[in-house]
């Protein structure tokens, strides 16, 4: 799909086709293509927890901030864990902060890699749904290992609804132009 058609017409499903699987081969090919996203001096800090199953479901469990995104963790087939090897992107070799920014890189880098799996994974016929509400013990539950942060769950699946596009903000709103 052209890039542009696929920024603009990607949206957040909240409801999958429970009826249809996600195969690996298919997950895994969404993954091949999000790791050619740009990173911090390309350290590739972003790592990927593809679940399914109980261990998904116990995810969904820990969204007493939001219980709304248990649903959709339990609807959804797959829920993609994203996680950020800490303190790389940013830091120097000695383990101080490069800029000012300090840890904010690797949450740069980490959105980055996020946007593109899901254009990837809405070019590959997949719709998908970035969640930023959940427990503070959901890294925990999932086993992230010591020394990675997570920083976002992603629920993918076949979309059973078709959203309207929420508003944007006008183009000349957000552009400020100096010389
Ligand atoms: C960092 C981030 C966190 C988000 N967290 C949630 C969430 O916890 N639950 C939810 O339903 N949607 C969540 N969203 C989805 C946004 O609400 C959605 O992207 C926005 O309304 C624009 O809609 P669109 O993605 O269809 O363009 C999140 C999006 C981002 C980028």
Known sequence: MEVVKCIRERRSIR????????SRELIESVIDTAR??????NTQ???YTVLTGEAKDKVAACTN?????????RN??????????????????????????????????CGIAAQSFCLAAFDAGLSTLI???YDDNTAEVI????GQILTALIAV???????AAPNRKETADLITYKS
């Open 15 to 22: 409801k999958f086709d429970t009826s249809k699987e996600v």
């Open 36 to 41: 050619f996203s740009p990173s911090w001096k």
């Open 45 to 47: 800090v972003t790592r």
């Open 65 to 73: 901030i939001w219980a709304k995104n248990g649903d959709i963790m």
């Open 76 to 109: 959804a087939p797959i829920v993609v864990a994203l996680s950020v090897v800490d303190k790389r992107s940013g830091y120097e070799r000695d383990g101080s902060p490069s800029t000012p920014l300090g840890d904010g890189w690797q949450m740069f880098d």
């Open 131 to 133: 969640m930023g509400l």
């Open 143 to 146: 086993g992230i290992p010591e």
């Open 157 to 163: 699946g076949y979309a059973a609804e078709e959203p």
